[in-house]
């Protein structure tokens, strides 16, 4: 196991209701990833942050959000659901956020939008 | 634009012969590449990435990758497979700040 964790595991929302998923990092690391995996498809980036500044950002619009906090724990919100928001969401920890540094995941949220 | 492919959707071996999944990229400069397994209702696993030097990368679980340049090609490879194998397996390159991943290819390992 990584050590990354994230809660919920599995979340069964409505459109258009609001979700907050969250991720405790590795210990020792200082970024955070998440990232969307579609029903077949690869994980696309969604953002990153760093030291609690998001450090970069997918093609997602701007009512997915995130937060990092001290304890470089993470939150990813995502506001007014749509169908298409129905995904595992993953979030990844890494000890730095410099080019090629492992990004190490955790288990994963199912979100279900009905 | 900075790309993973990985060619096939699935790939079947029997238990004890070699594997190869493959993963092709396109980037301009340096690749960081890395493969990723990831087991039914799990997150992905990190198995080994190519940053710089030896163009033959091991990992984990008896895993190996080789990266080769001019065919901007880096294969996952394993000399015996087992049942246990079987899986999903993702190539991904790091660009900047994220990395990209592949489609993804199902390894199904035959008894």
């Known amino acids: 196991e990584t050590g990354v964790t994230q809660s919920p595991t599995h979340l069964i929302k409505t459109r258009g209701q609001q979700v907050t998923l969250r991720c405790s990092s590795q210990?020792?690391?200082?970024?955070v990833s998440w990232y969307q995996q579609a029903l077949g498809q690869g994980p696309q980036f969604i953002f990153q942050?760093?030291?609690?500044?998001?450090?970069g950002r997918g093609n997602f619009p701007p009512r997915f959000s995130g937060l990092q906090f001290p304890n470089y724990s993470s939150e990813l919100n995502v506001n007014a659901l749509e169908l298409d928001d129905s995904a595992l969401y993953l979030c990844?920890?890494?000890?730095?956020?410099?080019?090629?540094?492992?990004?190490?995941f955790g288990p994963g949220t199912r979100l279900t939008v009905l | 634009a900075q790309s993973v492919a990985q060619p096939e959707d699935q790939v079947n071996v029997a238990e004890g012969n070699p594997l190869t999944v493959k993963c092709t990229y396109s980037?301009?400069?340096?690749?960081?590449l890395f493969w990723y397994v990831q087991y039914p209702n799990r997150g992905l696993q990190f198995l080994l990435k190519?940053?710089?030097?030896?163009?033959l990368v091991k990992g984990s679980y008896g895993f190996e990758a080789e990266f080769n340049k001019s065919q901007t090609s880096f294969h996952l490879k394993k000399p015996s497979a087992l049942v246990s194998d079987s899986a999903l397996y993702f190539c991904?390159?790091?660009?900047?700040?994220?990395?990209?991943f592949g489609t993804g290819t199902r390894l199904q390992v035959f008894p």
């Open positions: 991904a390159l790091y660009n900047t700040d994220k990395l990209i």
């Open positions: 210990s020792g690391h200082n970024t």
């Open positions: 980037v301009s400069g340096n690749p960081y």
């Open positions: 190519y940053i710089t030097g030896d163009n």
């Open positions: 942050y760093y030291r609690e500044e998001e450090n």
């Open positions: 990844a920890s890494s000890p730095t956020s410099e080019s090629g540094d492992t990004q190490y």
